[in-house]
């Protein structure tokens, strides 16, 4: 298979929502256009998209159709369905590859994985029935967390478990789906990194942010995290770990506690873009959108050099009603999304305030 696309060649994105759209919005100045796959229609990607198929994730024909209109194809989220992966890598460069998508979509794969590439993680044990249930609470403790294995994000498919009698009805509360218990981490602050790795094996990693959650979404991300060089360093050298761990190529989102003492712990991993690095749009030298095009195309990657200090803020269902306001204020860069309906928690846009370096 070809390994470097073109400028003028067709990326295929396999979702559409925001990171979809912003991603298309990055690989225009590159000359790539892109071909949106999802069941959704009029999606926020697909409004700045070249072409969009609407069709199931199983729909094999329109599958084929795409696969022979793209060069390459990517994904904004990860619980696409890995037949259709399998389906579009015969054809055409996956990237990043079938082994991140198939990693992350279990949170207990995902947390083996990060421990066999010598990465720490909370304690953890698998939940599959009542008594592995009570093995796991005899193992970790409480207060714990239990974790639905399968398709979680923004605080949805966890329960929180303050004493052990009350593990049952957590457990009942999730419909009894496999799960995860993990530990309950007493952390200082949660970070983030956000990196690429390129064909070549190139890696660039944007520097360490702290992000702030509300209801279990996230809230604000901080550039940079205020945290010792040390355990900045730290961090990144774990997401450099994971990324040659996976032989990735694209963008990776790495979610970490940063302890008192030793270095972070990995929570867990997103193979795409990631919310916490909407900031680099106007925060750094190349956007972690940019960075993905490149990386998945086969172009050298860009600097990730920081160039502002940043505050990135989600905008959350109505919050949107606030963008007069956000277009008036001096400094501030507004995103809105196209989403037609504002829902309680959900991403509407988000808005970038930047300052100048405090370390210049």
């Not at 279990?106 to 720490?120: I, Q, T």
């Amino acid at each position: 298979m070809q390994q470097r696309i073109a400028p003028g060649g067709v990326i295929g994105i396999l979702g559409s929502g925001q990171l979809g759209r912003m991603l298309a919005l990055a690989a225009a100045p590159l000359g790539y256009r892109c071909h949106i796959y999802s069941p959704e229609a009029a999606s926020p990607a697909a409004q700045v998209s070249a072409a969009a198929t609407v069709a199931d994730y199983g729909d094999a024909d329109a599958l084929e159709a795409f696969a022979r209109s793209i060069d390459v194809v990517t994904y904004e989220f990860e619980n696409i369905p890995l037949d259709t992966a399998d389906r579009l890598a015969a054809q055409r460069p996956l990237r990043p590859g079938r082994e991140a998508l198939r990693v992350a979509q279990d949170r207990l794969e995902e947390k083996r994985f990060v421990r066999g590439a010598g990465v720490a993680t909370a304690p953890f044990a698998a939940v599959d029935d009542d008594s592995s249930l009570q093995a796991a609470l005899a193992e970790i403790g409480t207060p714990a967390v239990l974790k639905t294995r399968r398709f979680g994000y923004d605080g949805k498919g966890q329960a929180l478990i303050a004493q052990p009698d009350a593990a049952a009805a957590a457990w009942a509360s999730l419909g009894k789906a496999p799960a995860v218990l993990e530990g309950f981490i007493a952390f200082q602050r949660e970070i983030s990194v956000v990196a690429a790795r390129g064909l070549d094996g190139e890696i660039a990693c944007f520097d360490v942010v702290e992000n702030r959650h509300k209801n279990h979404i996230l809230d604000v991300t901080i550039a940079p995290a205020p945290i010792a060089p040390e355990s900045a360093a730290q961090a990144q050298q774990i997401a450099r770990r994971l990324l040659h761990a996976l032989d990735y190529v694209g963008v990776i989102g790495v979610e970490m506690f940063v302890l008192e003492d030793g270095p972070p712990l990995v929570n867990e991993f997103a193979p795409r873009v990631h919310n916490s690095g909407h900031w680099t749009i106007e925060g750094c030298r190349t956007s972690q959108f940019a960075q993905h095009i490149r990386a998945i195309t086969g172009l050298p990657l860009g600097s990730p050099e920081r160039l502002f200090d940043a505050e990135m803020t989600n905008l959350l269902g109505e919050d949107i009603a606030a963008w007069p306001a956000l277009l008036a204020e001096p400094g501030a860069h507004l995103h809105l999304y196209g989403k037609a309906e504002a829902r309680p928690g959900r991403k509407m846009g988000h808005v970038t305030r930047l300052r100048p370096r405090r370390d210049e």
